[in-house]
């Protein structure tokens, strides 16, 4: 059997193809972050958007979790797993302080039942960055404290 040469990788021009293409990669992707997952002991999230605009994704725990968990690592240049928790956790609960202050000052300036779309929009964008923060911070508590009170459990989650 002869050895396939090396494939330039390029744009599929014809729609139809490129739309086969993509769902036979996907699916090997999917595969492949399965058997990661499986094989060793990974935390995987994967999201794929395909050219329509369709989600696909895979998570080997929760999705969010994941996402919190990359966040915090991002967040704090980097050092997830080393020392100096405290000042992270400092710095985290005084900006939920401050974004909690901002929230009851949008309430107190504004009634919920009068306001517009874009005004709700903020407000439900405030309360959504909060509550995320909220989570990280409980999280990261459970986390110090040797995990106790937490449970966690093992999904995929794959939308077609």
């Known amino acids: 059997m002869a050895r396939r040469g090396r494939v330039e990788l390029r744009r599929i021009e014809d729609k139809a ?6 769902s036979k990669r996907r699916s090997g992707l999917f595969k492949k972050a399965f058997e990661l997952a499986l094989l060793c002991d990974a935390e995987v999230a994967l999201l794929v958007f395909s050219p329509a605009g369709k989600l696909y994704e895979y998570s080997s725990t929760s999705i969010e979790d994941t996402y919190d968990r990359y966040q915090r690592f991002a967040g704090t240049g980097r ?11 400092d710095a985290a609960a005084s900006d939920l302080q401050s974004r909690l202050k901002e929230i009851a000052t949008w309430s107190e300036q504004n009634n919920a039942n009068e306001s517009d779309a874009s005004e709700l929009e903020k407000l439900e964008k405030l309360l959504t960055n909060a ?9 990261l508590s459970k986390q110090n404290n040797g995990g106790k009170g937490g ?7 794959r939308q077609d």
């Open 17 to 22: 193809s490129r739309q086969v293409r993509f």
């Open 151 to 157: 449970s966690t459990s093992s999904q995929n989650r």
């Open 79 to 89: 050092n997830v797993n080393e020392g100096d928790r405290n000042n992270n956790d």
């Open 131 to 139: 509550l995320r923060d909220t989570k990280t911070k409980k999280m």
